[in-house]
């Protein structure tokens, strides 16, 4: 069974400190692995998506890599901001399919 | 970008009523569309898949004579929840299938709450 889990479950940081969420998988057969944000109420915003083929992506603060032979990905966040504050979800792509963890609920503080 | 639109974005209804939800891709042709549902402080998971001109296939555990999806346009994609009971109260999001197999993109979610 393809699952995915996510851990912690939640996460509450002073503004400013540089943060690791970690996202691991069952099924190491994955196509891509993608990371999102989702805010209260809210649909979901890509952050970044790693191809099976590579190992890490970046955008501006963030950065998450990929491990497909331990089954793992982390997403790091540097120098974090109140507006960070979120659900942060990983999902892996099997096909065209995405399964996804349920998400680590992260809070910033002022 | 690619946008996906869903209506209603809330909608409240009485237990044994049907509610139908849309999906819309505002600026591009999807061929597949994903239904997903979300508990409280659960992952997102799949219900079904539905491509343009034929049945939607449904993953295991979904009822699928409960939750009806048409996909009769290349733009538009449709979940009816039948005889809604409170069990049934879940966010529930859509997603359009881009031109790439790694490529969805998400709508912002219909929150239904029965009552």
Redo the contacts between chains.
């Keep these: 069974k393809q699952e995915?889990t996510q851990i912690p479950a939640a996460l509450s940081v002073p503004e400013g400190e540089n943060l690791v969420l970690n996202c691991s998988f069952t099924d190491s057969a994955i196509?891509?692995l993608?990371w999102?944000r989702q805010d209260p109420?809210?649909?979901?915003t890509s952050l970044l998506?790693i191809?099976s083929s590579q190992r890490e992506q970046t955008s501006g603060r963030l950065n998450a890599s990929l491990d497909k032979s331990s089954g793992r990905s982390t997403l790091y966040i540097a120098a974090s901001q109140p507006g960070d504050s979120a659900t942060y979800?990983c999902?892996v792509?099997y096909?065209?399919?995405?399964?996804?963890?349920?998400?680590t609920i992260l809070r910033v503080k002022s | 970008g690619a946008v996906v639109s869903q209506h209603p974005s809330r909608v409240i209804c009485k237990s044994g009523t049907s509610v139908k939800i849309e999906c819309r891709s505002l600026d591009f042709q999807a061929t597949t569309m994903f239904w997903y549902r979300q508990f409280p402080k659960q992952s997102l998971m799949l219900m079904a898949t539905s491509n343009e001109g034929s049945k939607a296939t449904y993953e295991q555990g979904v009822e699928k004579d409960k939750f009806l999806i048409n996909h009769a346009s290349l733009t538009l994609s449709t979940l009816t929840v039948t005889s809604a009971h409170p069990e049934d109260s879940s966010f529930y999001i859509c997603s359009a299938g881009g031109t790439g197999a790694d490529t969805q993109y998400f709508g912002p979610g219909t929150r239904l709450t029965v009552l």
């Design positions: 995915v196509y891509n993608q999102f109420g809210k649909g979901l998506l191809q979800l999902a792509w096909g065209n399919k995405l399964v996804f963890g349920a998400g």
